[in-house]
């Protein structure tokens, strides 16, 4: 018999990619699995999910607004307003399972299944648990996590370690280092560095690689260098017209798997699911975690991999001083980067997709009878 699972949440890459995911190892363990998504009206992923090919409906939902009074008025109106729509949804859809993965519609819509009887199962990506899954966690059937020390968030017996589902089309790197080199147009006998601040970008790197760019052309690396779409002009224009052969300079990388191939050193920002791709790469990181984020969950991803010897932390109010020449002395101590390879390999979770739909599934079997009234 088919299975009908809701799947919840967004906001941000980090939450959407491993959603669809997810979904698409239920489709792939279970071809007949029905599956709805439910996100947030006006975020990524009402473009995003529709693009994988499902479902979604949107809840006029946002989150508070740090510093707004004025904004944050309206907000317990969407809250309700958001529960029942969940509430209605639930009844037209009839779920056998419903999946959290944070951001905005997780909340109101796990709430609302949590009403109706339904079996909930949380998949939290960071090390640090957000608000909405902490206080629903006593809700949840099972929890799927990334990271070692989560009881301290949720109950222990509910909690499986599953890792972050990754985009495996960004990972596969094996047999490409030439494809990559040219497709850059680098020379693939300099050392290689690449700068990823995600698909926004992120001004603190851009700023650093701005400012020791001549240390960068003395040194004689190149460098590949997503700025994200809000900085490229910025940068384009800082840098003029005659742009050095050894910087290449993208607004957005298309092939993620081509520039994972040709980096020696990769320097990013410490999102829960960048991280696990770059488990799954195995080259030496410098992680500079963004501290524009909720409970600088940023921070304690990067620290988690920081302890195990898997990555170089530089703190974003010291990198413009410090981060390049961390980064060049690292270009020259291999052996300092064949141990952070192999550190950041043994946290690898390939299968992450598999294992969460499988507890989902799994779920689905010992569920109790929903009550699909309004």
């Avoid at 947030?40 to 409906?57: H, L």
């Amino acid at each position: 018999m088919a299975k009908r699972i809701i799947i919840s949440g967004g906001g941000t890459g980090g939450h959407i990619f491993p959603a669809i995911a997810i979904a698409d190892a239920l489709k792939k363990l279970h071809p007949e699995t029905e599956i709805l998504f439910v996100g947030a009206n006006g975020r990524m992923e009402m473009d995003k999910v529709p693009a994988a090919g499902y479902q979604i409906i949107g809840l006029d939902i946002a989150g508070y607004q740090r510093g707004s009074i004025l904004k944050n008025l309206s907000l317990p109106f969407k809250v309700l307003s958001s529960v029942s729509k969940a509430k209605s949804i639930i009844k037209n859809f009839k779920p056998d399972a419903v999946v959290g993965v944070g951001g905005y519609a997780s909340g109101p819509l796990l709430y609302a299944a949590s009403t109706k009887n339904l079996p909930i199962l949380i998949q939290e990506q960071n090390s640090y648990a957000g608000i909405t899954n902490k206080w629903l966690a006593k809700k949840a059937k099972q929890i799927c996590v990334a990271f070692d020390g989560m009881e301290q968030f949720f109950p222990v017996d509910r909690i499986i370690k599953t890792g972050n589902p990754i985009r495996r089309t960004s990972v596969e790197i094996k047999g490409k280092r030439e494809e990559a080199f040219e497709s850059f147009n680098l020379n693939p006998n300099k050392k290689t560095i690449l700068v990823t601040g995600g698909s926004l970008g992120a001004g603190t790197l851009n700023k650093c690689m701005l400012a020791g760019l001549q240390q960068l052309i003395d040194a004689d690396v190149q460098l590949i260098w997503q700025t994200g779409k809000y900085y490229y002009q910025n940068v384009k224009e800082q840098l003029g017209e005659n742009n050095h052969p050894n910087i290449c300079v993208l607004e957005f990388l298309n092939r993620m798997d081509l520039a994972y191939a040709a980096a020696d050193v990769i320097i990013s920002r410490a999102g829960a699911g960048t991280i696990a791709e770059l488990c799954m790469v195995k080259k030496a990181v410098v992680l500079v975690p963004s501290p524009n984020v909720a409970e600088d969950h940023q921070t304690k991803n990067a620290l988690a991999l920081v302890e195990k010897g898997a990555a170089i932390l530089v703190k974003d109010a010291d990198a413009e001083k410090t981060l390049v020449k961390t980064v060049l002395d690292l270009l020259q101590d291999e052996n300092q980067q064949q141990k952070l390879s192999t550190q950041i390999g043994k946290l690898a979770m390939p299968d992450a997709d598999i294992n969460i739909a499988k507890e989902v599934l799994k779920i689905t079997e010992n569920k109790t009878d929903a009550v699909f009234t309004a």
